[in-house]
């Protein structure tokens, strides 16, 4: 079977049915000459959607401007408080430097105060070395201060030097305790108010009317004055004049009689009376200067003592046990 070409509906080309003789296209009829397609009229041209596609491409591939990330947005945030933190550490290490320095100049002047001070302080210690004060010359002494019994007689005795095994050395005259001692007899007895402390004698020096004592006891005692005493000089002396013990007496040094026949003598002219022998004769300072000894007879005012450094030496005790 055969089949009809597809012809357009506007074609004069008349149709012919199948039971036509002869085809329409074998019959002698010749094309036209002219191209019915002329090139010109039909040049090819690129679909558009591919130009668009280009175009988008082209800008797809377009090198992209530099993406900032978060940390970096992050970083360009806190710069600002970098610098700020940076700026107050800068300003209080400033501030520190600043106050150490003023520390420091005010410690070197503080120092110098002080040291400003402790030469006013020392010399005003001198001063009121100075400053006769008896009650507290009298307080300090009284505890260390003994009427001493040896037999019928009583004197004064007081400690002196430092206790060792909780024992102390007392002076004393030798003319207290010459009655019992001669006799063998070597313990006395040391009292103040109901207080009794028993004592013993270990050494004396006739010569010089000095004896050395020791209570089984630790009693609070006594510094020795150093150097030689000066006429002028304020003293106290404390005994138990007629066995009146912690009487207390004031005057001044009268004379240092360095070449006297019985050895050196100080000369005061405090009032002591008999039981003062033995006594302590203290300084402003409240150290001893002597020892009462004797009050010459048919005068007033003139005592006579044992410096305490020919004491320490003679019995060898003075800051020893």
Not at 24 to 42: I, L
Not at 303 to 311: F, S
Request: hydrophobic letters at 35%.
């Amino acid at each position: 079977m055969s089949y009809e070409p597809f012809t357009p509906a506007n074609s004069s080309v008349r149709r012919r049915s199948s039971w036509d003789d002869e085809p329409a296209w074998n019959q002698q009829q010749q094309w036209p000459q002219q191209d019915p397609w002329p090139q010109q009229q039909y040049q090819y041209q690129e679909p558009q959607y591919q130009q668009q596609y280009q175009q988008q491409y082209q800008q797809w591939s377009a090198p992209e401007p530099p993406r900032t990330t978060k940390n970096q947005e992050k970083s360009k945030k806190g710069r600002p408080l970098i610098i700020g933190l940076v700026a107050a550490l800068l300003l209080v290490s400033g501030w520190q430097a600043f106050r150490v320095e003023s520390m420091i100049k005010a410690s070197t002047d503080l120092a110098s105060a002080v040291t400003a001070e402790q030469g006013k302080t020392q010399d005003l210690e001198k001063q009121l070395a100075t400053v006769f004060d008896p009650e507290g010359i009298s307080s300090a002494v009284i505890p260390s201060v003994f009427r001493v019994r040896a037999g019928d007689f009583t004197g004064t005795a007081f400690a002196i030097g430092q206790a060792d095994d909780g024992r102390t050395h007392l002076f004393t005259n030798y003319h207290v305790v010459e009655g019992i001692f001669t006799d063998g007899d070597k313990q006395v007895s040391l009292e103040r108010g109901n207080t009794r402390i028993q004592a013993r004698i270990i050494k004396v020096n006739e010569e010089k009317d000095l004896a050395l004592l020791r209570a089984e006891k630790e009693i609070k005692a006594l510094a020795p004055a150093p150097g030689d005493v000066k006429p002028g000089q304020q003293v106290v002396v404390v005994g138990a004049p007629l066995g009146l013990d912690d009487t207390v007496t004031t005057g001044v040094i009268s004379a240092y009689r360095p070449d006297d026949a019985a050895g050196p003598t100080i000369q005061f002219d405090a009032p002591i009376n008999p039981g003062n022998s033995g006594g302590p004769v203290v300084n402003a300072s409240r150290q001893v200067v002597g020892i009462a000894t004797a009050k010459a007879r048919d005068a007033e005012g003139i005592g006579l003592a044992i410096p305490i450094e020919t004491a320490c030496d003679e019995l060898d005790v003075c800051g020893k046990n």
